[in-house]
């Protein structure tokens, strides 16, 4: 089993569109979840920390589920501007008082929207 | 702003050729991190540093080393490159101190990547 599993999609939507991306991951001694934006080509991009009670920026807004390890990420009135490949991300556990910690990366849900 | 630079953009290299790939990073991070992005694979982590001469052991480390010999750059070092090698290679940097809310602990800062293509 993948530590980070998340539909590869694509997901093609209409501009407008609410799309919603699930992960799922593995390790219980996650402390540290993200969602990361990746465009064609280019570097993986900090899009936003989700944190345990869930949090909203703009149009996303992520949840997390410890109980189940399942993490989500909704995009609201998409934009042409959100086509890219968004991933999943959690630290490896580890101690909480070095910071000594990596990360594992999902293979990343594409989504294209579309005029 | 956090400024993660890397050396080249586009490389060619001949099988067997030693490769140097370097990364610069300017906010003053303690950790340091290498990765390799393939389609379909996703990135993986292949070493990573907490600390000047530190080192740890990645997921794939096998024909790479690396060397951090100030805490701004960490080098990643393919001592005889093989066509298994080509890829889009990827260095992070991030905080080793937990200050701040747990949300931004953990955070890395990706540069801009190198596409290595070993012939």
């Known amino acids: 089993r993948k530590e980070v599993e998340q539909d590869p999609g694509p997901f093609n939507v209409p501009e407008g569109a609410t799309v919603a991306f699930n992960c799922t991951y593995s390790?219980?001694?996650?402390?540290?979840f993200f969602w990361y934006r990746q465009d064609c080509r280019k570097e993986p991009k900090l899009l936003m920390s989700?944190?345990?009670s869930g949090n909203e920026d703009g149009r996303f807004t992520a949840q997390l589920n410890r109980a189940s390890q399942y993490i989500s990420l909704l995009i609201r009135d998409s934009k042409l501007s959100d086509s890219a490949t968004y991933l999943c991300?959690?630290?490896?556990?580890?101690?909480?008082?070095?910071?000594?910690?990596?990360?594992?990366f999902g293979s990343g849900t594409r989504l294209q929207v579309q005029p | 702003d956090v400024k993660v630079t890397q050396s080249s953009r586009y490389l060619v290299k001949r099988t067997g050729e030693k490769v140097f790939l370097e990364c610069v990073q300017d906010?003053?991070?303690?950790?340091m991190f290498w990765y390799r992005q393939d389609p379909g694979l996703g990135l993986r982590l292949i070493y990573f540093?907490?600390?000047?001469?530190?080192?740890e052991k990645g997921d794939i480390p096998e024909g790479y080393s690396v060397s951090r010999e100030k805490k701004e750059r960490f080098s990643l070092i393919l001592e005889s490159a093989s066509t298994n090698q080509t890829s889009m290679y990827l260095c992070?940097?991030?905080?080793?101190?937990?200050?701040?809310?747990?949300?931004?602990?953990?955070?890395?800062?990706f540069g801009p990547g190198t596409r290595l293509t070993v012939l």
């Open positions: 992070a940097s991030s905080f080793s101190q937990l200050a701040g809310p747990p949300h931004t602990w953990d955070t890395q800062y």
């Open positions: 390790n219980s001694a996650s402390q540290s």
């Open positions: 989700v944190y345990s």
């Open positions: 991300v959690v630290n490896r556990g580890g101690t909480l008082d070095t910071g000594r910690r990596a990360l594992t």
């Open positions: 906010m003053d991070h303690e950790n």
């Open positions: 540093s907490y600390d000047v001469k530190m080192k």
